[in-house]
């Protein structure tokens, strides 16, 4: 299967600044790769798939990049409901997996 | 606006079986692939097993091949997951996830909030 390595592990920033997350693909995914956020008890939701597509509502400082096996998440300005942590997910090859996410937290 | 609701979760011990359920409403049920994923308390995500719109293409992953079935009934807008011989490593929030594609394993846009699965003699 597929390994999504992400990191870093955990990114403390302040609010206004730009957050940069990657994600590495154990072996090309094309553009099959999504990225979610998910706060404290609370669902995933859905910010990007095919590798830069935003997902209904999502606000325009979220965007995605990247092909083949390498991938980047960023967010332009944080805002304080960005604090959370983030997923990366392929489904270029069964089975879909997850990374290991990237814990944003406020500096 | 797309609703999932996860039910049947709850306390089990090892080796006896639970089935949960996810009700689906506000969008075409029988157009989209559907597929559980897990998290363990503290941990990440775990995709679990996933079907598509009409059952014809069904996968799980590894860790739970053999254990657990999924199906999906599109006349009542729902989706299931028959889970046996559970271990204590299954302990978990389990979410129903929506496809957007009608076979393709994500991108999920829509989760439910979950049901938890706790394993425990």
């Known amino acids: 299967e597929i390994v999504l390595t992400q990191s870093p592990a955990t990114l403390s920033l302040s609010p206004g600044e730009r957050a940069t997350l990657s994600c590495r693909a154990s072996q090309s995914v094309s553009n099959y790769l999504a990225w979610y956020q998910q706060k404290p008890g609370q669902a995933p939701r859905l910010l990007i798939y095919?590798?830069?597509n935003r997902a209904t509502g999502i606000p325009a400082r979220f965007s995605g990049s990247g092909s083949g096996t390498d991938f980047t998440l960023s967010i332009s300005s944080l805002e304080p409901e960005d604090f959370a942590f983030y997923y990366c997910?392929?489904?270029?090859?069964?089975?879909?997996?997850f990374g290991q996410g990237t814990r944003l937290e406020i500096k | 606006e797309g609703q999932l609701v996860e039910s049947g979760g709850g306390l089990v011990q090892p080796g006896r079986s639970l089935r949960l359920s996810c009700e689906a409403s506000?969008?075409?049920?029988?157009?989209?692939?559907m597929h559980w994923v897990r998290q363990a308390p503290g941990k990440g995500l775990e995709w679990v097993s996933g079907?598509?719109?009409?059952?014809?293409?069904?996968d799980y992953a590894d860790s739970v091949k053999g254990r657990f079935t999924i199906s999906r009934d599109n006349a009542k807008n729902s989706l299931y997951l028959q889970m046996n011989s559970l271990k204590a490593e299954d302990t978990a929030l389990y979410y129903c996830?929506?496809?957007?594609?009608?076979?393709?394993?994500?991108?999920?846009?829509?989760w439910g909030q979950g049901t938890l699965v706790s394993v425990s003699s």
């Open positions: 996830a929506k496809s957007r594609g009608l076979i393709a394993p994500g991108p999920f846009d829509y």
């Open positions: 506000g969008f075409t049920f029988d157009d989209y692939a």
């Open positions: 095919d590798a830069s």
């Open positions: 079907i598509s719109w009409n059952s014809g293409k069904i």
């Open positions: 997910q392929q489904r270029g090859t069964w089975p879909p997996t």
